[in-house]
């Protein structure tokens, strides 16, 4: 079975632009869990979804959106990018509820922000 | 305030060697404790994940012990190798769906 897949890899942008970040869940599963992992902070989670649906949020300004399609596969937007938005960005999927089920990350997006 | 403090912060083993890792939390209410292996550049996997009645989980090399009255965990490698070179995050989770995540102990193993 494929893992977590997440596209681009690395990418570069800068302050002001937007940018959106992909990730497909193992086929399966039906929840995406999206997080950001600075030295500096650590991982922080961002939001959840659930069958199309945000299930759950961080405590992250309006800037940092997403989405998922009915086949599972999510996105991730940010607008109006930061310094501080540098960052690798982290997908995670599971097959029911975070809190009772193994997550399984993908490699990540390297986001830096000029 | 919901934390997870993990210690110590970095680590430097020799092959072979034992170490712990700890991890105390003020998470409340708490929904189960996992461990998170993440080698640099690639995304975190789970070792352990255990519920609020569990008191000690294995996964090969790696034990993980919880204590819920103290609210601490320690994750023990045994007869550590190379590829256990990595970031180990200890992760809480609320039964609200809320996660806290420790910042992690970063764990060098030389030969």
């Known amino acids: 079975k494929a893992g977590v897949t997440q596209t681009p890899r690395y990418l570069i942008k800068t302050r002001g632009q937007q940018v959106t970040l992909s990730c497909s869940p193992i086929?399966?599963?039906?929840?995406v869990s999206w997080y950001q992992q600075t030295p500096g902070q650590g991982l922080q989670f961002l939001f959840e979804?659930?069958?199309?649906?945000?299930?759950n949020k961080g405590n992250f300004p309006g800037r940092f959106s997403g989405r998922q399609f009915s086949n599972s596969r999510s996105e991730m937007n940010v607008s109006t990018l930061e310094l501080g938005d540098s960052a690798l960005y982290l997908c995670?999927?599971?097959?029911?509820?975070?809190?009772?089920?193994?997550?399984?990350f993908g490699p990540g997006t390297r986001l830096t922000v000029l | 305030k919901n934390q997870v403090e993990q210690s110590p912060q970095s680590l430097i083993i020799l092959e072979g060697k034992n170490c712990t890792l700890q991890?105390?939390?003020?998470?409340?209410?708490?929904?189960?404790l996992r461990w998170y292996k993440q080698d640099t550049g690639r995304g975190p996997v789970s070792l352990t994940i255990?519920?609020?009645?569990?008191n000690t989980k294995s996964n090969g090399r790696y034990t993980a012990t919880l204590d819920a009255d103290t609210k601490q965990s320690s994750l023990h490698i045994t007869a550590s190798q190379l590829s256990d070179s990595a970031s180990y995050i200890c992760?809480?989770?609320?039964?609200?769906?809320?996660?806290?995540f420790g910042t992690g102990t970063r764990l060098q193993v030389f030969p």
């Open positions: 992760v809480v989770w609320r039964d609200t769906d809320k996660l806290i």
């Open positions: 995670a999927s599971n097959s029911g509820s975070p809190t009772y089920n193994e997550q399984f």
């Open positions: 255990m519920t609020f009645s569990e």
């Open positions: 979804y659930f069958s199309e649906t945000q299930r």
């Open positions: 991890c105390n939390y003020t998470v409340s209410p708490f929904s189960n």
């Open positions: 086929s399966g599963h039906r929840s």
